[in-house]
């Protein structure tokens, strides 16, 4: 099967891709709380199939758990040096910029066929182009915001009198 590319706009957005060293792992809480809404979910779909005689032959909804996508990992930022920063929570994760050998692009598939010779294929639309990555390799730093941080005073100079 081919695919035809084809350019969503005339001016594509560069994008950036990030890549990281290590694991993501969501709070216990978190996942505790995705997979009740799970459940919740699974039940209220079975109470529908069996009221419903319309779904009576549906098969059962089964959802996944991925706690990590399409949630807020943290706050990306590009320091006074230039390099990329990710704070999470009180953690910060400094990198470094690298230009990719090969761009890449980025793609959405589209419902629409084309004619490819004698068979029809599906056409895709570029959407964008990755140049760059932001590479985090380092272990995390502790990260306290500034306005925690209390300033040191410095002792208050006292009047001394010179003897004469």
Same mark, same amino acid.
């Given at each position: 099967m081919a695919l035809v590319l084809?350019?969503? !706009?005339?001016?594509?957005?560069?994008?950036? +891709?990030?890549? &990281?060293?290590?694991? %993501?792992? @969501?709070?216990?809480?978190?996942?505790?709380? +995705?997979?009740?809404?799970?459940?919740?979910a699974e039940i209220k779909d079975?109470?529908?199939?069996?009221?419903? @005689?319309?779904?009576?032959?549906? /098969?059962?909804?089964? +959802?996944?758990?991925? /706690?990590?996508?399409?949630?807020?990992?943290?706050?990306?930022?590009? !320091?006074?040096?230039?390099?990329?920063?990710?704070? &999470?929570?009180?953690?910060?994760?400094?990198?470094?910029?690298? !230009? %990719?050998?090969?761009? +890449?692009?980025? #793609?959405?598939?589209?419902?629409?066929?084309?004619? #490819?010779?004698? *068979? &029809?294929?599906?056409? #895709?639309?570029?959407?964008?182009?990755?140049?760059?990555?932001?590479?985090?390799?380092? *272990? @995390?730093?502790?990260?306290? /915001?500034?306005?925690?941080?209390?300033?040191? &005073?410095?002792?208050?100079?006292?009047?001394? *009198?010179?003897?004469?």
């Open positions: 084809e350019l969503a !706009d005339t001016d594509l957005p560069e994008m950036m +891709l990030i890549e &990281m060293q290590g694991d %993501l792992v @969501p709070d216990k809480n978190f996942v505790l709380k +995705l997979e009740n809404e799970k459940l919740a079975e109470e529908e199939r069996k009221n419903n @005689p319309e779904r009576a032959g549906d /098969p059962p909804l089964q +959802l996944v758990i991925d /706690p990590v996508s399409g949630h807020e990992i943290g706050q990306y930022t590009v !320091d006074k040096n230039g390099n990329p920063n990710i704070i &999470m929570g009180n953690s910060t994760i400094v990198g470094v910029f690298q !230009d %990719l050998k090969k761009p +890449l692009t980025i #793609c959405r598939k589209t419902s629409e066929k084309r004619q #490819c010779g004698t *068979r &029809m294929d599906s056409v #895709c639309k570029v959407e964008g182009v990755i140049k760059k990555k932001a590479f985090f390799c380092l *272990r @995390p730093s502790i990260h306290v /915001p500034k306005e925690l941080i209390k300033k040191r &005073m410095a002792p208050k100079a006292k009047a001394v *009198r010179k003897k004469k």
